[in-house]
């Protein structure tokens, strides 16, 4: 088990499978030096754990739990194309989706549950560029999705 999968044990998680493509696409691909994740959604063993649209089904600090969810689904995305999550030099970005009732504005504080995950497993390596969109619709009426860009080493 690589250090990362160990920071991931001591937090009380575990690194899930790779969530299957929903679509026609790979769920990460590696370009250079880069690893860019298709957006992730809160799935956990195959199903969705909330649906519906944060600030009305979905409570926001449930939103920003299933953010964190997401993060844990982008590091196996990483892991599927690099094998070792050790090769994370850093997180250079995480664009984060959420689907919002109309009146929501609180899109940053839910994705900084994936950032923060990504923060409390990969210390330093994990401080990174962001974006958080508020969206009207998810796919499966998912209340958020995150996506993210590393850097790994050769």
Same mark, same amino acid.
């Given at each position: 088990?690589?250090?990362?999968?160990?920071?991931?044990?001591? +937090?009380?998680?575990?690194?899930?499978?790779?969530?299957?493509?929903?679509?026609?696409?790979?769920?990460?691909?590696?370009?250079?030096?880069?690893?860019?994740?298709?957006?992730? +959604?809160?799935?956990?063993?195959?199903?969705?754990?909330?649906?519906?649209?944060?600030?009305?089904?979905?409570?926001?600090?449930?939103?920003?739990?299933?953010?964190?969810?997401?993060? +844990?689904?982008?590091?196996?995305?990483?892991?599927?194309?690099?094998?070792?999550?050790?090769?994370?030099?850093?997180?250079?970005?995480?664009?984060? &989706?959420?689907?919002?009732?109309?009146? &929501?504005?609180?899109?940053? !504080?839910?994705?900084? !549950?994936?950032?923060?995950? +990504?923060?409390?497993?990969?210390?330093?390596?994990?401080?990174?560029?962001?974006?958080?969109?508020?969206?009207?619709?998810?796919?499966?009426?998912?209340?958020?999705?995150?996506?993210?860009?590393?850097?790994?080493?050769?």
């Amino acid at each position: 088990m690589s250090a990362v999968e160990d920071r991931i044990a001591e +937090l009380g998680l575990k690194l899930p499978a790779v969530v299957p493509p929903l679509a026609s696409y790979q769920p990460a691909v590696r370009s250079g030096s880069y690893v860019y994740t298709s957006g992730q +959604l809160p799935m956990v063993d195959g199903a969705l754990p909330a649906t519906g649209k944060v600030g009305a089904e979905v409570s926001p600090e449930r939103a920003k739990e299933l953010a964190a969810v997401c993060a +844990l689904n982008a590091l196996a995305a990483v892991k599927s194309v690099t094998g070792d999550l050790d090769r994370i030099v850093r997180v250079v970005k995480v664009v984060g &989706f959420v689907a919002s009732a109309p009146d &929501f504005t609180g899109q940053p !504080g839910v994705v900084n !549950g994936a950032s923060e995950l +990504l923060g409390e497993i990969l210390g330093d390596k994990g401080v990174h560029a962001r974006s958080a969109v508020g969206v009207a619709v998810l796919p499966v009426d998912a209340p958020v999705e995150v996506e993210i860009q590393v850097e790994i080493a050769d």
